[in-house]
């Protein structure tokens, strides 16, 4: 399968402090893209990084790319309560005919 | 606002009867996805459709059926066949190619009783 798999499962963290989720993969990719999700809610995209960057980023959010290592990090910088979600990496593998396959997710909880 | 509409929000379905799930688009995309969400799991892809009056099974579409007449529209139908159809559904869309991600609707929660 080409699911990518978040790690950790969950995380609970304080208020101000910073989240890391990583994200790993099987197969070649032309871009990796990260979610978000509320409870009980669809999914909001968060960023995409295409196969031949390395890092980007989105205000609070950084996401770094190892295509050598098939994986990715996304950082959420200074969090705040209102972050508290589930987030999912989604690969666009090559071959797939542009079908975006996602992970389980990384549940994070920020409190206040 | 262009966005992307599911309904309903939650849906009942008696053992051996078939239900439609709705999902409209207003943004113009080509491409629409249903995806299956089980809880603490990740989406699995039921059936996709690139273009108009044509889709795709994905990885799970036993037990369900689409239909794509029109580019906005790409309704869901969950026939009795589906042995276990309890999950949150979600509809999503995006351009062609998929290439600045998926925007998705808010979601279906369709229990059987």
């Known amino acids: 399968s080409q699911q990518g798999e978040e790690d950790p499962q969950a995380l609970s963290i304080q208020e101000g402090e910073n989240a890391t989720m990583n994200c790993s993969y099987k197969t070649s990719i032309n871009n990796l893209q990260w979610y978000r999700q509320n409870s009980g809610r669809g999914l909001v995209h968060l960023i995409l990084?295409?196969?031949?960057?390395r890092e980007k980023h989105s205000g609070r959010l950084r996401v770094t790319l190892d295509t050598s290592k098939k994986s990715s990090s996304l950082l959420i910088t200074a969090s705040r309560a209102a972050d508290t979600a589930s987030y999912f990496c989604a690969t666009d593998w090559e071959r797939s005919n542009y079908k975006l396959t996602f992970g389980k997710g990384t549940l994070l909880t920020v409190n206040p | 606002d262009g966005g992307i509409t599911q309904s309903p929000k939650y849906l009942f379905r008696k053992e051996g009867q078939n239900v439609t799930l709705s999902c409209e688009q207003n943004?113009?995309?080509?491409?629409m996805y249903w995806y299956r969400q089980d809880p603490g799991q990740g989406l699995r892809l039921i059936y996709y459709s690139q273009i108009v009056n044509d889709f795709q099974k994905g990885d799970i579409a036993e037990g369900y059926s689409v239909s794509r007449e029109k580019k906005e529209s790409f309704p869901l139908t969950v026939t009795s066949a589906q042995k276990n159809p309890t999950a949150f559904y979600l509809c999503?869309?995006?351009?062609?190619?998929?290439?600045?991600?998926?925007?998705f609707g808010s979601g279906t929660r369709l229990t059987v009783v």
């Open positions: 990084i295409r196969s031949n960057e």
């Open positions: 943004l113009n995309h080509d491409a």
């Open positions: 999503a869309s995006s351009i062609q190619g998929g290439t600045y991600g998926y925007t």
